[in-house]
C-alpha cells in the first residue's frame, strides 16, 4: 500500500466513518473506497459484544481516553475523554442509548448553518433510514416515528427479550415522576419533553457496532492506519499521507470521519485552521479557517447514587434478587426524564429567550451505578445521572506539534457560564427531589451516598435541602462528561451544509466535529442519521 489510489478515502472508521464508507461502496457506479482506521480490528474481543462488559473497555487500549488541560469550573480536575480506538470507533464503547434530540434542537443547528436539510424535518428521513425499529405496542404510529427497514435494530427497552427486561423498580420510578408534574411523553411530534422510555440499538441483547450493522465487503479496510494529513495541491485534496510515510490518491474525494478531538487536529496537521496556530508549528498554511478547534461542546452530568434500605429485595446489579437473565442483556435503566429549566434562570443569565421551553437538562435512573468512586456494585445502590443538553460553555480543541503521534491539546472548559451551572445546579434538585423525596421513592430510597476516594473523600451526602453552593461543590469535584463531544468544525463556519470544508475542494467532514450547536439526546441516532445525509449528499454530487 506504498502508494494506492482509490475514489473516496474515508478517513476513521467509526461510528460515522463505516456508514459513509458502505453506502459509498454501494452506490450505482461502484466507486472504490478505502477506509483507513488508526485503530485494530475488535473482532473476537468479547468485551465488544455486550453493553455491561463493555464498561471494562473504557480507558482500555481500544479507548484513546485523550486527557484534557485542567479545567478550572471542575477543581483543576484533568478529564479523560473516550473516544474509540478500534474499528467501530465509539460503537464498541457506548452504552447502547439510541434517543433523538429534540426537534427544536435539529431546527437550531438548521438554523446556525442556514441550511434546512439539517432540521428536524429535514433529516428525520435520514433518521429513519438507519431505524429498524421494533414495539409490538405502537402499532402504526411508532412505524411512522421511527423507520423499520435500516440496519440499525432499536427496541424499547421493557420489549427486548420478550417483554421480559422489565426492571422491578420501573413504575415506581414512573410514579415518582409523576409525583412532581413530569408526565410520560406521548406526543410523538419530535418532542422529548416529558418521561420516556429508553431505546436500545442492540440485537439478541448484543451491541451492534457500525461496522458490522453497515457491510464493508466491499470496502478496503486499513487498520492500525494513522492519518498525519491530508495532502493537497493547491486547494484541492489529492489523498492522505499516513504517519509512516505512506501515501494514497483519492480521484474524488477525502472524507474525514475522525471526530471532534482528532478531526480539527488533522485539518491542522494539513494546513487548514488559525495561521497563527499553524505558523507555531511549522505548518505550511492550506487555507486560514479561524474556526477549526473552536466550538467544543459536550453534556457535562453528575452521577448520583443512592442506597437502598432493604437490597435483598433485588432492586439493582448485584442484588442476590436481580437474577433475571433479561436484566444483564443490556445496560440496566428504563426511564428518561427531559424537563427545561425555570425561566427564571434564563432570564437571570440574559441567555436568549428561546431557551424558556428547550429541553436543558435530562435525568435517567440506572439499576447499577456506573463507576461511581467508592460505590459498590453489590446491590445496594441505585444511581443516576443527570446531564446538562444544552451547554453554553465552549472548549476548544489544538495541535501540540506537527506529529499526528501527540495527542491534541483540549480544553473543555466545562461549567465556564453562570447559566451551566444554574441549571445543572437546578436539574440536579430536581433528581435529589424525585428520589428523596416523593412517596414512591422514600420507602425504597435511605439517602444519597457520596463517592470518596482520591480527592473526594468527606463529601456529606446531598438531600433536597442541600444549598445550591454544596450542589454546585459536588458537581465541580465529582461531575463529569458524558462523552457526547462536537462542534470543533463547526458546520456554517468551518464546512458548508454538506460537510464540504470550505476554502477547498474535494475535502469534506462527516463526524460530530460539524454540529454546530449542542443537541439534546444521546448523539449516534443523529450521528447515524448524519453520516446517511451525506453519503448521499456525495453520491448525488458525484
Avoid at 505512506?246 to 477525502?254: D, F, G, L, P, Y
Avoid at 487536529?265 to 487555507?287: C, D, F, K, R, W
Avoid at 495541535?399 to 444554574?422: E, F, G
Wanted: proline share 7%.
Amino acid at each position: 500500500m506504498d502508494h494506492m489510489t482509490t475514489d473516496y478515502i474515508v478517513v476513521g472508521g467509526g461510528l460515522s466513518g463505516c456508514p459513509v464508507a458502505s453506502r459509498l461502496s454501494q452506490s450505482d457506479d461502484k466507486p472504490e473506497v478505502i477506509l483507513l482506521e488508526a485503530g485494530t480490528n475488535p473482532a473476537g474481543n468479547p468485551a465488544t459484544s455486550n453493553f455491561l462488559s463493555g464498561l471494562s473497555l473504557l480507558g482500555s487500549e481500544l479507548d484513546y481516553a485523550y486527557p484534557s488541560e485542567p479545567v478550572s469550573g471542575t477543581a483543576n480536575r484533568i478529564h479523560y475523554l473516550n473516544a474509540g480506538k478500534a474499528l467501530g470507533g465509539g460503537s464498541i464503547l457506548n452504552f447502547g442509548s439510541w434517543m433523538r434530540a429534540d426537534a427544536a434542537d435539529y431546527n437550531q443547528w438548521a438554523e446556525a448553518a442556514g441550511d434546512k436539510r439539517w432540521s428536524y424535518e429535514g433529516l428525520k428521513p435520514w433518521l429513519t433510514k438507519s431505524e429498524c425499529f421494533y414495539d409490538p405496542r405502537e402499532g402504526a404510529q411508532g412505524q411512522q416515528e421511527y423507520g423499520t427497514d435500516g440496519p440499525m435494530h432499536v427496541t424499547p427497552i421493557s420489549t427486548a427479550e420478550l417483554g421480559a427486561r422489565i426492571y422491578p423498580l420501573r413504575e415506581t420510578v414512573k410514579q415518582s415522576w409523576a409525583e412532581i408534574g413530569v408526565h410520560p411523553n406521548i406526543e410523538k411530534d419530535g418532542s422529548t419533553t416529558g418521561l420516556s422510555e429508553m431505546l436500545e440499538n442492540s440485537r439478541n441483547g448484543l451491541r451492534q457496532p457500525s461496522n458490522v450493522a453497515y457491510p464493508l465487503d466491499e470496502v478496503k479496510v486499513v487498520t492500525n492506519a494513522v492519518v498525519h494529513r491530508v495532502t493537497f495541491v493547491g486547494t484541492r485534496a489529492t489523498g492522505v499521507e499516513l504517519s509512516d510515510g505512506r501515501k494514497i490518491i483519492a480521484r474524488k474525494e477525502v472524507i474525514l470521519c475522525t471526530g471532534a478531538y482528532r478531526t480539527p487536529q488533522i485539518l491542522m496537521l494539513s494546513g487548514i485552521g488559525p495561521s497563527a496556530i499553524l505558523e507555531e508549528h511549522g505548518i505550511s498554511t492550506v487555507y486560514e479557517s479561524p474556526q477549526v478547534g473552536q466550538n467544543l461542546h459536550d453534556h457535562f452530568a453528575i452521577f448520583l447514587a443512592f442506597r437502598l434500605r432493604d437490597p435483598s429485595l433485588g432492586y439493582a446489579l448485584g442484588s442476590a434478587g436481580f437474577q433475571n437473565p433479561a436484566f444483564s442483556k443490556g445496560f440496566p435503566w428504563d426511564l428518561v426524564a427531559c424537563q427545561p429549566v425555570p425561566e427564571e434562570i434564563i432570564i437571570k443569565n440574559g441567555a436568549k429567550t428561546d431557551l424558556k421551553k428547550r429541553n436543558f437538562y435530562e435525568v435517567i435512573t440506572a439499576y447499577v451505578p456506573p463507576n461511581i468512586p467508592g460505590i459498590p456494585v453489590d446491590g445496594t445502590h441505585i444511581a443516576t445521572s443527570t446531564m446538562l443538553l444544552l451547554p453554553t460553555s465552549r472548549g476548544t480543541v489544538s495541535i501540540r506539534s506537527s506529529s499526528p503521534n501527540d495527542l491534541p491539546c483540549i480544553q473543555p472548559n466545562y461549567l465556564s457560564t453562570t447559566l451551566d451551572r444554574d441549571a445543572l445546579v437546578h436539574a440536579t434538585r430536581q433528581t435529589l427531589r424525585v428520589l428523596l423525596t416523593t412517596e414512591s421513592m422514600k420507602a425504597i430510597v435511605e439517602n444519597e451516598s457520596p463517592p470518596s476516594g482520591n480527592s473526594l473523600d468527606g463529601l456529606t451526602p446531598l438531600t433536597e435541602h442541600s444549598s445550591d453552593e454544596l450542589i454546585e461543590e459536588r458537581i465541580r469535584l465529582a461531575g463529569t462528561q458524558h462523552h457526547h463531544s462536537g462542534g470543533t468544525a463547526a458546520m456554517g463556519k468551518v464546512v458548508d451544509g454538506e460537510g464540504k470544508v470550505l476554502g477547498v475542494q474535494a475535502l469534506r467532514v462527516a463526524d460530530a466535529s460539524i454540529i454546530p450547536v449542542p443537541l439534546g439526546g444521546h448523539p449516534q441516532s443523529t450521528l447515524y442519521a448524519m453520516a446517511e445525509q451525506i453519503a448521499y449528499m456525495v453520491m448525488k454530487g458525484s
